[in-house]
């Protein structure tokens, strides 16, 4: 490419002179290309050390004066065809110019002139493309990238590192390479060059460890190996990086969605040094994640920014220092110091942003006023008016009204429709809404209305319950109430204490984000009901087989009031995330979500539940609940190392968590003793249910040592959880039916929920949130993978009974298959390989390739190597194996396909080849002239029947169909019956299908060790079924009647019922007319229809059957018996032959029946196809080579 203009002082350091005039000089780099010697080694190695751009572009052109010591280099070249190009545009546009200067200087500043406008063009150009602010270096990396491993330009590099490589016990000094959906390392040290390519979705397990070996060094694991990496500049921004590219790959698995750069950043003030656009987005993405994270919003949410700044907190008369983040909604703080002070705004609330007067005790302070009448004040801000004009200009951007919904979640575009009371009400009454305003269960929580009409209690627990209340309206007094309350410690000793049942609703809604969203989407869950209900899907089958399973000891949910909401929210909320749509365990949560709040606060916690705290838990996996599983197996061995060998050794951690975390206590332990732990978990997130865990295995420790079997362990678990009460509560208690069925002659003591609660705090306390994400990640690695390796067993188990492959061989035909598949959703495009990816499909129907990536496959394994003709051939059994024609085939498809290819029997292999060269195979357009293509239309029919009403009178089977309607009812019932298809039932094939044929038989014995004698073996084939085509069309022609009455057609059902060997006069009628229409001006014709395929009509050649040879049957040539010639070299209509035939004349020639009896080893082919990449490098890299002895 050309570059700027930039100069070299030594032109002969390190390259050699090529190519020579008197301005400019072609050379290449010492050591590139063969030879080189010690010299070109240590060049390499020097190159790749020090990242040189010459390991890149060992070629360049410099433009040079005869006076002037000073070269200058102004274009490089990755290949010597490349750098040639630019060569030869030199010689032939400027060299003829630049001879008659007078000056060298004149010389100089032309041709710097020139190449820099040339360069100012292309970038011009490029400018309707995506242009990336990536700087120059980053780009020449990527350019590098793509070039040392074979990838495409979809493949995009976010960073690259200096490092060590580990191959055995020798450190490769090289180059590591982080792209989208790639690891890769190159090294090239004295001769000996290390390439290794890993796919992020192969990844296991990634480690960031010290041991004596490695010191400080990425473990980076794969099924098959491990990879150590060391020697970072800097480790911990490398591992980061990593662990986001990996989770961004089991995303990928997971949801199928490949990765979509953020378009919508903002510019950087200037080109970041070896900063890609990538990586700025992958860093934004992280921030925003943790954002999102510590305050609890929507997935939408966007960090513009955050500043150091202290704010004035009245409750302590006291300036706390902490953060201030701005982001698109909302303006929230964090304390320095933890749990000192959290604050949020959402900008919907402010009302008042402005600067405050400025002294030596409280510099640059910035006041903010909601509508609430509470105000904020915020001071030591770095740049005050920026903030400022940040703040105005998201608020200008807030909606004043909090009608309509401005949410991308949305999934209701005439939501904003609820903000006309009356109309909308009279509308409901009309259309008999199922969620209307006027429900019970619309304004208050079922528990409320239980209550409602319950005498006053007096006693000791309700006026405990209402000290509670007292104390938060003391709180609330004093830190305010509503979304901007300021949360301290002192909420948090609230909370531990356990919420007042009356404010239990409202201050779930508050911790858990979910008020935020549903202020933001007003009237989206009653809309929601009205499209959800009276749809039938797989969710709502299995939503209506649990409602009555949801807390069936509680008399909310013992009548119809209370299944009916409940069925209200699980139907909306699998309507809405139809990705999710309903999973176990999601009842037993909406049903105590339901007891404390109206309907709609129910299905936005669920929202804020299923979707931002308890991510993945509830989809068809439980990938989530799984992934904490291995966490809480992972702090159990760190805090309880002799409990977990124990438990490991009896198999009960798996056992007992996935209950635990998917119902967060609530199907184990006591109603009113687990929703206390509900209260913690809204407001402390998923910690406190670990703690807990923890908690409950440190109590029975002892017990559990000596435990011997799993069941014993499970019982003393399970019977401690039952004992778990709360002697706060004021409800009557509720009783267990786990607590019925496993209690003992003698029960285990009572525990106090609230002692358990400060005994997990006390012992377990000190895990923090960020570590467990942390470890989620690790876990998540291994959960996805584990899972993957799970459904390729259950797919191998069900193909091994449908094809003949070992166990071996299907699992690296499924891997495979499976990579084409994920290969399409990072290099093609994305929306298309999403659609063809449905996780509610059997495994075996999951993941579907389109025809394109059908051809590479074939191409790769298949035993029938075709040459030119493989694609033909592919997209034709592609055609055969495409049952429902949705353009996609499926893991099943393709291996009965490939069985039938390398494990069928003769016959097998002979039906399908038979098959690939009839319809539905052989589509329309591959018929070589327009009679051909009506031919096939006109015999489109089911011809296994042909020759049984041969001769029948049109008009009487009419007639006795129309009055028989058993014949109708005979037919349905023969299309519900499975068929078993018999070589009789295949249709007989035409002149061309036959040529066709022949010529794909051609093709692939071209490749073989005996192909002259199976070359003369199918001339001899060949001869044979023409001369029995034309016995069999002379038979059938000599039973037509040809009278008067036969050329009047039978209409065209009728005409469909006929077989082509029927010999039908009505049929061969319109046979003859539509080829007397294409005589005349088939032969002068030459238009696109004929150019379609090699054999077009206007190229046919004649060629007697008798001497018919291997060299006759060419692309061009059509084989036409007796010497016949038809009237424009026509093919002959009336020609066919039967399966039967084909299989008894090729069962003559020994070498035939010698190469379909051949058993093929499928090994080799996969082999290959798994080292194709590796291939495409050498090849790539070897084309310089070639390049290099032809242009000598």
Known sequence: MWIQPEEVLLAGALWVSERANPFFILQRRRGHGRGGGLSGLLVGTLDVVLDSSARVAPYRIL????????????????????????????????????????????????????????????????????????????????????????MPEEEKLV?????????????????????????????????????????????????????????????????????????????????????????????????????????????????????????????????NERYRTMFRLTQDERLDGHTDCTLWTPFAKMHVVGQLFISNNYICFNSREEDLCQLIIPLREVSIVEKADSSSVLPCPVSISTKNKMNFLFANLKDRDFLVQRISDFLQRTPDSSWGDTSPLSLIGHSGSSGTPSSSTAESVQRGRHYHTGLPTASQGLLQLYHRDAPEDLGPKAMKEKMKEEAWNIHFSEFGRGVCMYRTSRTRELVLNGIPERLRGELWLLFSGAQNEMATHPGYYGDLVE?????????????????HRSMPE????????????????????????????????????????????????????????????????????????????GVFEELTRAFLPLLYEHMQELGVISTISLSW?????????????????????????????????????????????????????????????????????????????????????????????????????????????????????????????????????????????????????????????????????????????????????????????????????????????????????????????????????????????????????????????????????????????????????????????????????????????????????RMWAKEKEPKTET???????????????????????????????????????????LRIGEVGKKFNNGSKKTDDAAAQAPPPDLQREEGPGEGGSGESQVCRALADAQLEPAAPQTSDEETKDDTSVSSYSVVSSGSLQCEDIADDTVLISGGEQRQGSVLDVDWSITFEQVLASLLTEPPLVDYFEKKRDIHSKMAACKAQRAVERQTSSASDHELTQHST
């Open 63 to 150: 433009l040079q004066t005869a006076d002037s010591q000073i070269y200058w280099n102004i274009a490089c070249g990755s290949s010597r065809k490349e750098i040639t190009e630019h060569w030869d545009w030199l010689e032939t546009n400027l060299l003829q110019t630049i001879s008659i200067f007078d000056s060298d200087e004149d010389v100089t500043t032309f041709v710097k002139g020139k190449i820099s406008g040339m360069i100012a063009e292309e970038n011009r150009l490029k400018q309707g493309d995506e242009q990336e602010e990536d700087c120059g270096k980053f780009r020449e990396a990527e350019l590098k990238m793509r070039r040392l491993f074979g």
């Open 159 to 287: 960073n690259y590192y200096s490092c060590s490589y580990w191959k055995g016990r020798v450190p490769r000094q090289g180059w590591l390479y982080l792209s989208v959906n790639h690891l890769c390392f190159y090294s090239f040290l004295l001769g000996k060059e290390v390439t290794l390519v890993v796919q992020w979705t192969e990844v296991t397990q990634l480690e960031k460890n010290a041991t004596l070996l490695f010191p400080e060094s990425v473990r980076v694991s794969t099924r098959d190996t491990e990879h150590f990496f060391s020697m970072f500049l800097n480790i911990n921004d490398t591992f980061k990086l990593m662990e986001q590219l990996a989770n961004i790959a089991m995303r990928q698995i997971l949801d199928n969605e490949a990765f979509a750069a953020d378009r919508s950043l903002p510019k950087p003030c200037k080109t970041l040094k070896n900063v890609s656009a990538l990586k700025r987005d992958l860093d934004a993405r992280a921030k």
């Open 531 to 547: 499209q959800a209900m009276g749809l039938c899907s797989l969710a709502t089958e299995e939503i209506e087989r649990d409602l």
């Open 554 to 629: 509680h008399r909310a949910f013992q009548n119809d009031m209370g299944i009916a909401a409940l069925r209200r929210v699980l139907t909306a909320y699998a309507h809405r995330n139809p990705g999710i749509g309903y999973c176990q365990a999601m009842n037993i949560v909406t049903s105590v979500l339901l007891l404390y709040c109206p309907e709609e606060e129910a299905f936005w916690l669920l929202v804020a539940l299923c979707e931002r705290m308890l991510p993945d838990y509830y989809n068809t996996r439980v990938v989530g609940a799984l992934v904490d599983q």
């Open 661 to 969: 975390f998917l119902t967060l206590f609530l199907s184990v332990m006591p109603f009113d003793s687990a929703v206390l732990l509900v209260d913690c978990f809204f407001y402390e997130g998923i910690k406190v249910i670990f703690q807990v865990a923890l908690a409950v295995l440190h109590d029975n420790m002892d017990v559990l040592l000596s435990c011997s079997d799993e069941g014993e362990a499970m019982t003393i678990l399970a019977r401690y959880l039952d004992n778990v009460v709360n002697k706060q509560t004021v409800a009557p208690p509720i009783p267990h039916l786990h607590a019925l069925l496993t209690s003992g002659d003698d029960p285990p003591p009572e525990i106090d929920i609230f002692d358990l609660i400060k005994s997990s705090y006390e012992k377990f306390g000190s895990l923090r949130s960020d570590v467990i994400e942390q470890m989620r990640f690790k876990q998540r690695l291994k959960v996805i993978q584990c899972l993957e390796d799970t459904a390729k067993r259950s797919v191998v188990r069900a193909m091994m009974t449908e094809s003949a492959f070992s166990i071996e061989e299907l699992e690296e035909l499924y891997c495979l298959f499976k990579s084409k598949h994920m290969t399409s959703c990072y290099w093609g495009s994305s929306s298309s390989a999403a659609e063809r990816h449905d996780p509610s499909l059997p495994y075996l129907e999951q993941y579907r390739i389109d025809p394109a990536q059908f051809t590479q496959l074939f191409t790769a394994l298949a035993p029938w190597v075709c040459g030119g003709h493989t694609h033909t051939l592919s997209a034709r059994l592609f055609r055969l194996l495409d049952q429902n024609q949705d353009g996609l085939v499926n893991f099943k498809e393709f291996i009965t396909g490939l069985s039938g290819m390398y494990h069928g029997d003769m016959t097998e292999k002979l039906k399908l080849l038979y098959k690939l060269h009839l319809p539905p195979a052989l589509c329309p357009e591959e018929a070589e002239s327009a009679l051909e293509a009506t031919h096939f239309f006109t015999e489109d029919v089911p011809r296994g029947e042909e020759g049984k009403d041969g001769g029948a009178d049109g008009e009487e089977k009419k007639e006795e169909k129309v009055k028989d309607y058993r014949y109708y009812l």
């Open 983 to 1025: 070589i009789k039932d295949l249709p007989r094939m035409n002149q061309e299908q036959f040529i066709d044929l022949c010529k794909t038989l051609y093709n692939m014995f071209s490749e073989e060790p005996l192909e002259q004698q199976l070359y003369h073996s199918i001339a001899t084939v060949a001869s044979l079924l």
